[in-house]
């Protein structure tokens, strides 16, 4: 039996969690691992040991996204995977799908907690004693465009790279998207305040930090401040070494932030830009806010400036209304188009949004196979763009792992590679010389 102490007769929250687990699981973007992070800090700061996702745990906390119906059928795996393993822990579902479809969750067998975005922070003012409920406790309120709910990462990746966050939610109304709905309007905090969380993380040992929102372009509006206002001030982190935007609309990427980038010593040449669809028409029903001729201009403008740049590239395959020759034209803009990867998601119907109502519904077999073309076309990019830098030397920052006796880190332009290591290289940055691509992984050697 644990033996507890108290004062005055009462035991402390911090004693009485002593020695208790938690594991933390994200689904979803950046931004959502960043948050997840500062909810293990509390979990931490309250004497608990944070564990690893499947092992024993007292409180599972599992933070979801809801981008696609995958994702909300992976949380609802995962929350059953975890009782599996853990029947007895408190079970505690957050984030994006718990602010849109509480009930839906609270109705998984096992689940104690769903909190929406709002209350995502206040786990341990919401959750009492974290002991199993007959019944699962709802709390998801209306989502606050006044409160912003400063994140960043401190555990992942062995102190390597950590993950801040600047703007939340979206003012935009993209019709397939449910992300405003769960996440609110966009705000952002001061430029001060995340210059002394930049400065924390680097004195906390990190080499690499990730600017994450939902929208980060749209940072500072109506403040008077602006994204490249953020990113000037970032780089008088003192050891900053590092410093990668997550991910920015086509729209709001400006010629001013991409010739800061060209001529900045930390900024990375590395851009994730969603494209959507190449399609003008596509776009339009979409409603999203430029068109495939200014994606183009921003991806030219990028390697004009930086020839090594790898520019990502998010797409949507089988929206209502695209035809054989819509999704050619989007097949054939990112073959032509000389970026790096892509990710590409089959469209889904989300409630809530005005695409659902939309005619011309593309046949899932047809949306499928149309997302599988695109994949391989992806990987063959990914590969062309590593063999493109075959025998260059590039600074590559080293991370934790240890796979049959290699350590893996990505190139300033976003190569993974691997190399023969000593555990010397962990979360340094070192110059290695680019090998042949293995499909995961380039091979190389380091300079040193």
Known sequence: MRRMTSFNGLTSKNEYSMNKRVSLHTLGCK???????????????????????????????????????????????????????????????TGCYAQLQPE???????????????????????????RKRDVPKVMVGEVSDDVFGAAYSGEGDARTRAFLKVQDGCDYTCSFCTIPLARGGSRSQPIEDAYRQARDLVAAGFREIVITGVNVGD????????????????????GLERLKISSIEPNLLTDEIITMAAGSDRMLPHFHIPLQSGSDAILARMRRRYRSALYRDRVELILSAMPDAAIGVDVIVGFPGESDADFQATHDVLHALP????????YSERENTPAVEFAEPVPVEARRNRTRMLRNLSEKKRAAFAEKHRGDVRPVLFEHGNDGGMIQGYTDNYIRVAVRHGSALQNRIVPVRIGEFLGEHAAATVEE
């Open 219 to 238: 940072f500072g509006k109506g403040r008077g401040e602006s994204f490249a206002d953020l990113l000037r001030r970032l780089h008088d982190v003192d």
């Open 31 to 93: 931004l959502n691992y960043a948050e997840t992070s500062t909810i293990g800090a509390r979990f931490r700061s309250e004497g608990y040991d944070i564990t690893d996702f499947g092992s024993p745990s007292d409180v599972i906390v599992i933070n979801s996204c809801t981008v696609t119906a995958h994702a909300d059928r992976e949380c609802r795996q995962l929350v059953r995977r975890a009782l599996r393993a853990n029947p007895s822990a408190f079970v505690i579902v």
């Open 339 to 346: 970026v790096a990867y892509f990710h590409a998601f089959t």
């Open 104 to 130: 839906e969750i609270a109705s998984i067998d096992g689940v104690d907690l769903v909190l929406g975005s709002s209350e995502k922070f206040r786990t341990f003012e919401l959750a009492g004693d974290f």
